[in-house]
């Protein structure tokens, strides 16, 4: 008997969502900051074993109140996750608070599907603050399975992947076996470089910069060793913040790129050749035309 489903990853921004879903693919699919909002996007990862096959969904945090039309766009991948789900794994933690009327929560209660409702960051709890977390959700949402875990530990994880497993459908494998994810090279060395941007700047900066992939080259050195040639633009909101992003004497954006180069290296498991640009883009992140270039909208 082959079993297989359609995974998808959701709760607010910053609960371990990405973390989640990286130890339980057990490859670096979706990139991981302390800040909201790192993920923006949709970010598929395959894990197939001799009877089974589960495709991870990684969904952006949902924002209550989006300030931008990117923002409504990250919101839409959510929604739009409740309509192609097997099992719904919903992440939370210690310090979220959730109103018996959420809307959000509301409609995950109304599914049909099952619900693994996942505490996470459990290690962070005494054993009592634990057995009160959890009384408080089997309250919140009585139809759903809790499972306690640390997705930082892999504390718990196991479990949880079996009770997945277990939720799934029968069904055929909807990808080849040894596919990892439905994305190109080129859109997770995008979220690297955007990874190293949320590291390394502050404030509003991170979040007024889109990175595009413009050019992908293998090819080999002058010792005739492989060589990747990467060219990205990252385009940012305002003048003010290209000046940022550059930096004195484009010093920076020097460390800011040579981090994404050494991570994009192990990432590729080849040397790599980097060039970064920057380009200001008005108001980008309310430009429809422009959000749909970089894949928000369909």
């Known amino acids: 008997m082959h079993k297989s489903g359609f995974i998808n990853i959701i709760g607010r921004p910053n609960v371990g969502k990405s973390t989640l879903m990286n130890a339980l693919v057990g490859e670096r699919m979706s990139i991981i900051t302390n800040k909201p909002q790192t993920t923006r996007h949709r970010i598929i990862g395959i894990l197939s074993g001799e009877d089974f096959q ?15 039309k990117m923002q409504e766009a990250m919101n839409s991948f959510v929604h739009g996750s409740f309509e192609d789900a097997d099992v719904f794994v919903f992440v939370t933690e210690p ?39 959890k009384e408080k959700w089997e309250a919140l949402l009585p139809n759903a399975e809790i499972r306690m875990i640390s997705a930082l530990n892999k504390k718990g994880t196991d479990i949880l992947m079996k009770r997945i497993i277990k939720h799934c459908p029968q069904g055929p494998a909807y990808y080849p076996k040894d596919q990892l994810t439905d994305r190109p090279e080129r859109f997770f060395v995008s979220e690297i470089i955007r990874e190293k941007i949320l590291l390394c700047y502050r404030e509003e900066i991170p979040y007024s910069c889109e990175v595009i992939v413009e050019s992908f080259k293998e090819g080999t050195t002058r010792e005739d060793k492989p060589i990747v040639r990467i060219s990205a633009m990252i385009y940012v909101s305002r003048k003010s913040q290209k000046v940022i992003m550059l930096g004195k004497e484009g010093k920076a954006i020097k460390k800011m790129a040579t981090m994404a180069r050494k991570s994009i290296e192990d990432w590729l498991q080849t040397k790599v050749f980097l060039e970064l640009r920057v380009k200001v883009r008005d108001n980008w992140r309310d430009d429809e035309k422009f959000l749909k270039g970089f894949g928000y909208k369909s």
Do not use: C, H, M, R
């Open 54 to 68: 589960l495709v991870f969904s990684d969904t952006p945090g949902i924002i209550n109140n989006p300030n931008y």
């Open 95 to 133: 310090k979220e608070e959730y109103a018996k009327d959420d809307n959000f929560l509301q409609k995950i209660g109304k599914v049909e599907i099952p619900v693994l409702l996942v505490l996470n960051k459990i290690d962070t709890l005494t054993k009592e603050e634990a057995k009160n977390w």
